[in-house]
């Protein structure tokens, strides 16, 4: 594998995946996620070949230390408070159109939220283990990007002019100057600079000898034990996905997901390294970064091939092309697992 750590020069744009008309609207909005897409695009393009992406997170090169989506399981109160959370056996007063058992609340009757945050590699390492994380394991949106409004204009390029009421305002995102991307692809890049997404934004790459799974390689071991006395795990999405898709040996019994990430791009069609066109790709509805889904062992012999499949690999989505396809993974639904709790105390 081949591991590199991505800097933006200047500001990225992360578009919001609806259809936007410069005509009838005026601002253009941003809806910042994990997105393999931009990535693998622009390697491709490079490496004139398909490339695959294993993993996809933010890296933090001053403190040297991953960054990933929070978890929906951990919340957080007015005062920045970490709030853990459990399972609990769902009655009959429960609805949900899911057949779920049970549901997951929270150690506070105090105003929260979840989401929205980032946790280090240490935090995450407490996280799976079944422990609180501290507070100071997290980082807000904010202390990562800020966003900078910019004027644009819709370009005739048949005259090479401006187009008559087609000014809009597109928010654009400036990363802290320590915040890199940390990509691994199968294949190697030879560039030291790319451009990035529809906008063509210029990103210096750096060959990189870190990997997550040397961190977080001594814990598997401990996570599986505490599996194999509970019977119980959870899978938590670090990059979007789809749908959740059936897993051999275990039933899912409770699910903590976000809001709904609405999603579309265009592909590009090659032949013999030759472009031949492109076309943009349907509306996807895409389940969050940090969603939680809960499962039960029911085959503790299956449990090593669940590893094997969704230990920070990206194969948690069902098969949908052109992005979610099973042959040729490239990013989404990367995931990593978890001990549970159904005490609601760390252990």
């Known amino acids: 594998m081949e591991r590199y750590l991505i800097a933006p020069f200047d500001v990225l744009i992360f578009g919001d995946g609806k259809p936007f008309n410069a005509g009838e609207q005026h601002n253009r909005e941003i809806n910042f996620f994990l997105n393999p897409v931009p990535f693998v695009s622009a390697f491709n393009k490079s490496t ?12 933090n090169e001053e403190k040297q230390e991953f960054l990933f989506p929070s978890p929906f399981d951990i919340g957080f109160e007015n005062d920045g408070k970490v709030v853990s959370s459990f399972l ?47 507070k100071n394991s997290f980082y807000d949106l904010f202390d990562i990007i800020t966003n900078e ?5 819709e370009i005739d390029k048949n005259k090479r002019t401006t187009k008559e009421k087609k000014l809009y305002f597109q928010p654009f995102l400036r990363f802290n100057e320590n915040v890199r991307f940390f990509a691994e692809f199968n294949k190697k890049l030879k560039k030291e600079f790319l451009t990035i997404g529809g906008e063509a934004k210029a990103v210096k790459v750096f060959k990189s000898d870190k990997a997550p799974e040397t961190f977080f390689e001594e814990v598997k071991e401990r996570i599986k034990e505490k599996i194999q006395k509970t019977k119980l795990f959870k899978i938590i999405l670090l990059t979007p996905t789809n749908y959740p898709p059936e897993i051999n040996g275990a039933k899912k019994i409770a699910q903590l997901t976000g809001k709904i990430i609405t999603f579309s791009g265009w592909y ?39 590893f094997n499949n969704y230990w920070l690999k990206p194969r948690f989505y069902i098969h949908e092309l052109p992005y979610f396809d099973k042959n040729s993974p490239i990013g989404f639904g990367l995931t990593i697992i978890s001990a549970v709790s159904l005490e609601g105390k760390d252990e």
């Open 268 to 306: 590009n069609i090659y032949k013999e390294n030759k472009k031949l066109g492109g076309f943009p790709t349907r509306l996807f509805k895409l389940i969050p970064e940090g969603s939680v889904f809960y499962y039960r062992l029911e085959d503790e012999s299956m449990l090593d091939e669940i």
């Open 149 to 153: 409004l910019t004027a644009g204009i």
């Open 88 to 134: 609990k056996k769902s009655d009959g007063d429960f609805i949900s159109s899911e057949k779920i058992e049970f549901f997951v609340k929270f150690n506070t009757d105090k105003k929260m939220k979840a989401g929205g945050k980032f946790i280090n590699t240490e935090g995450l390492i407490n996280y799976l283990l079944g422990k609180t994380p501290e």
């Open 48 to 59: 004139n070949s398909k490339v695959g992406l294993n993993v996809l997170s933010l890296y």
